[in-house]
């Protein structure tokens, strides 16, 4: 089995930075596809940006240019640097992986299930 493992939330004001992070563990098998999802109070879980394993990304409109997705093949880590945080940006943050490639897909559309692991959720809360 996969576990995926977020941390790095918290509180910042507008314009703040966070960096969140996600660890990857289990046996004989990593994602070739992770992303990073928020779902905020009364909202539906949106993507936020997702990496492939060959590099290719892939990022909403709304996080474009702020929220870069790195990730750390050796340490098995993902993460979301996010930078020029807004209100619209507090959120439950979670943290997802699938088995194949999925850039080019609609992996945005959580209601599509492109992605079958998910990790706990961290919160992100900028206040204004």
């Known amino acids: 089995q996969v576990q995926l493992v977020e941390s790095g939330g918290g509180s910042v004001q507008t314009g703040g930075s966070l960096t969140l992070s996600c660890a990857e563990s289990?046996?004989?098998?990593?994602?070739?596809?992770m992303a990073w999802f928020r779902q905020a109070p009364g909202k539906e879980r949106e993507g936020v940006a997702a990496i492939d394993s060959d590099g290719s990304t892939s990022y909403a409109d709304s996080v474009k240019g702020r929220f870069p997705i790195p990730k750390d093949n050796a340490k098995n880590t993902l993460y979301l640097q996010m930078n020029s945080l807004k209100p619209k940006d507090t959120a439950m943050y979670y943290c997802?992986?699938?088995?194949?490639?999925?850039?080019?897909?609609?992996?945005?559309?959580?209601?599509?299930?492109?992605?079958?692991?998910w990790g706990q959720g961290t919160q992100v809360t900028v206040s204004s």
């Open positions: 997802a992986g699938a088995p194949f490639q999925a850039v080019g897909s609609e992996w945005h559309n959580f209601e599509k299930g492109v992605f079958g692991y």
């Open positions: 289990g046996n004989f098998y990593r994602s070739n596809c």
